[in-house]
C-alpha cells in the first residue's frame, strides 16, 4: 500500500483526545514514579523553552533561572510551569511546544511508516494518526 493511498482511502477523522492530568494530582499512591517524570518533565520545559527566547538578555536570564532550579528543593510544580511563564514568556513556551509536537508527529510517522514498509500490522489508532500528521505536513 502507498502512502497516497494510505492517506486518501477513507474520511479525515480527529485522534482521539486525552483528558489532561493537573500537575498538583497525588499521584504517589498508583504511580511511585509519576512525580519524578512529571518533575524531569517541568525541568525539561524550563531549559528548552528558556534556549528558544529570542531576544538574547532575556534569553540569558532564563537560562541562568531554569540551571538553577534545584529539583530537591521543589515542592509543587505548578510554581517552576508559572516560572516559565514569567522567565520565558509565551513566545518560549509556544515554541516549545511547536518543537515538542514535531518531534512527536515525526517520531509517529516515521514508526508508522516503518510498520507499513515491513509488512506489519498497525492498529486503527496508529494509522488515523497517521493519516492525520502525514495530511497536515502536506498541507
Known amino acids: 500500500m502507498t502512502e497516497d493511498e494510505i492517506v486518501n482511502d477513507e474520511p479525515m477523522q480527529e485522534p482521539a483526545q486525552i483528558e489532561p492530568v493537573p500537575i498538583e494530582q497525588e499521584l504517589d499512591e498508583t504511580c511511585p514514579q509519576c512525580q519524578v517524570v512529571n518533575m524531569m518533565a517541568v525541568l525539561g520545559m524550563a531549559r528548552t523553552s528558556c534556549q528558544l527566547v529570542d531576544d538574547p538578555d532575556k534569553k540569558?536570564?532564563?537560562?541562568?533561572?531554569?540551571?538553577?532550579?534545584?529539583?530537591?528543593?521543589?515542592?509543587?510544580?505548578?510554581?517552576?510551569?508559572?516560572?516559565?511563564?514569567?522567565?520565558?514568556?509565551?513566545?518560549?513556551?509556544?515554541?516549545?511546544?511547536?518543537?515538542?509536537?514535531?518531534?512527536?508527529?515525526?517520531?509517529?510517522?516515521?514508526?508508522?511508516?516503518?510498520?507499513?514498509?515491513?509488512?506489519?500490522?498497525?492498529?486503527?489508532?496508529?494509522?488515523?494518526?497517521?493519516?492525520?500528521?502525514?495530511?497536515?505536513?502536506?498541507?
Do not use: F
Open 60 to 139: 540569558e536570564a532564563c537560562i541562568a533561572w531554569s540551571e538553577a532550579l534545584d529539583p530537591e528543593r521543589i515542592d509543587d510544580l505548578s510554581n517552576v510551569a508559572e516560572g516559565i511563564i514569567e522567565h520565558a514568556g509565551v513566545q518560549g513556551i509556544s515554541e516549545y511546544s511547536k518543537v515538542l509536537n514535531d518531534t512527536m508527529h515525526t517520531a509517529v510517522i516515521g514508526y508508522v511508516q516503518r510498520k507499513l514498509d515491513a509488512g506489519q500490522s498497525v492498529n486503527d489508532d496508529e494509522l488515523k494518526l497517521y493519516k492525520h500528521l502525514v495530511l497536515r505536513r502536506s498541507v
